[in-house]
Nanobody, 126 residues
Framework: QVQLLESGGGLVQAGGSLRLSCAAS????????MGWFRQAPGKERDFVAA????????TYADSVKGRFTISRDNAKNTVYLQMNSLKPEDTAVYYC???????????????????WGQGTQVTVSS
């Protein structure tokens, strides 16, 4: 199990940027595919972005492609989500997650991820 703690959320105007960080505990962080998900009030938790355990492969939801960038620093046990050109519809609680399996391919389903952070609120004003 990997324990995760997100930070970096906040209030930003439309068109602005934020960078979320997710610090992980445990010596096996570098063997897990990592993902970011978000959940708006009254809606289901949705996939945002994921990165392979080695960091060479990434995938994004269509709604954020070209605006968000996921990256990781395995030496620091941290995964990041750089969010640019933010829109009001990006408003949600953002969650960091680790895949259930070590050394898996990049996956995007909520059920594929077994360890979750507590979430960080991102609010984009118009």
């Amino acid at each position: 199990q990997v324990q995760l703690l997100e930070s970096g959320g906040g209030l930003v105007q439309a068109g602005g940027s934020l960078r979320l960080s997710c610090a992980a505990s445990g010596r096996t962080f570098s063997s897990y595919c990592m993902g970011w998900f978000r959940q708006a009030p009254g809606k289901e938790r949705d996939f945002v972005a994921a990165i392979s355990w080695g960091g060479s492969s990434t995938t994004y939801a269509d709604s954020v492609k070209g605006r968000f960038t996921i990256s990781r620093d395995n030496a620091k046990n941290t995964v990041y989500l750089q969010m640019n050109s933010l829109k009001p519809e990006d408003t949600a609680v953002y969650y960091c997650a680790a895949d259930r399996r070590r050394f898996s391919i990049v996956r995007t389903g909520v059920s594929d991820f077994g360890s979750w952070g507590q979430g960080t609120q991102v609010t984009v004003s118009s």
